[in-house]
């Protein structure tokens, strides 16, 4: 059976402007949060939206029993068995992702709320999908996809 573990919302990442002028306080800051002590305190603070990315977050469990999780080496090690797969697939990276995302979350929720079918709420989402991809480029948004998968664009 083929199964694509998905790495949903795939991650955070902070830059800092060469032409700013608190180019070193905007490090420290940076620094700061991703140290082990307080990136620990993020992922295990539900509202930061933080997912663990260390290999200490794995493995100092305290925190995520003040999570709530009853049994917090399940929870982990689903996200490490996914982050280990041969054929996990990470979050869609071209510009415009989040409007894809939108369209599908809106159609699902009206499926969901039986305001629709399943069927009629996923073509309504591909054709808001189409329509995205028309108004960003559809060429464009292929070579980016593709590029997104380390394939050729051309």
């Known amino acids: 059976m083929n199964h694509a573990p998905f790495l949903a919302f795939g991650g955070w990442i902070a830059g800092i402007d060469a032409k700013s002028d608190n ?14 002590e307080n990136s620990y305190i993020c992922v295990t603070t539900p509202e930061t939206g933080f997912n663990p990315f260390r290999k200490s977050h794995f493995e100092k469990l305290a925190g995520w029993y003040g999570y709530g999780f009853v049994n917090p080496e399940d929870y982990l090690g689903a996200i490490q068995a996914t982050i280990a797969h041969s054929n996990v697939q990470p979050d869609i990276r071209i510009p415009g992702a989040f409007r894809y995302f939108e369209a599908l979350d809106a159609q699902l929720a009206m ?3 039986g305001a629709k079918t399943a069927k009629e709420a996923l073509d309504d989402a591909a054709k808001e999908w189409e ?16 590029a997104s998968l380390g394939l050729p664009i051309e």
């Open 131 to 146: 329509a995205i991809s028309q108004d960003l480029g559809k060429e464009k948004q292929l070579k980016n996809y593709r």
């Open 23 to 36: 180019v070193e306080a905007a490090y420290d800051f940076l620094s700061f949060l991703g140290s082990p």
């Open 111 to 113: 499926a969901l709320a």
